[in-house]
Nanobody
Framework: QVQLVESGGGLVQAGGSLRLSCAAP????????MGWYRQAPGKQRELVAA???????NYADSVKGRFTISRDNAKNMVVLQMNSLKPEDKAVYYC????????WGQGTQVTVSS
């Protein structure tokens, strides 16, 4: 029940796009700022985008202007639209509540070829 499920990853060419989706429990989604994180092998997990319950968004400098985070309150979904992808975007992408994260989901792999 208390579970995060990420989907939408895949293999794309540099410059391409992917749309990631995260299904979150309503009890978490409705009261928390939600974020998309990524973790590359040997690297720390980093927050790349966040959206508050009111729809205010913030982005890491590395993705600003290329990624867009949004939320669908009716579906308890958080979406990350990723455009102009670069090889350095390759990572496993996760979603979670930002301030009080719950158990991490399996993530979804994003691979960008050059």
């Amino acid at each position: 029940q208390v579970q995060l499920v990420e989907s939408g990853g895949g293999l794309v060419q540099a410059g391409g796009s992917l749309r990631l989706s995260c299904a979150a429990p309503g009890s978490i989604f409705s009261i928390n700022t939600m974020g998309w994180y990524r973790q590359a092998p040997g690297k720390q997990r980093e927050l790349v985008a966040a959206i508050t319950t009111g729809g205010r968004v913030n982005y890491a400098d590395s993705v600003k202007g290329r990624f867009t985070i949004s939320r669908d309150n009716a579906k308890n979904m958080v979406v990350l639209q990723m455009n102009s992808l670069k090889p350095e975007d390759k990572a496993v992408y996760y979603c979670n509540a930002v301030a009080y994260p719950i158990r991490w989901g399996q993530g979804t792999q994003v691979t960008v070829s050059s």
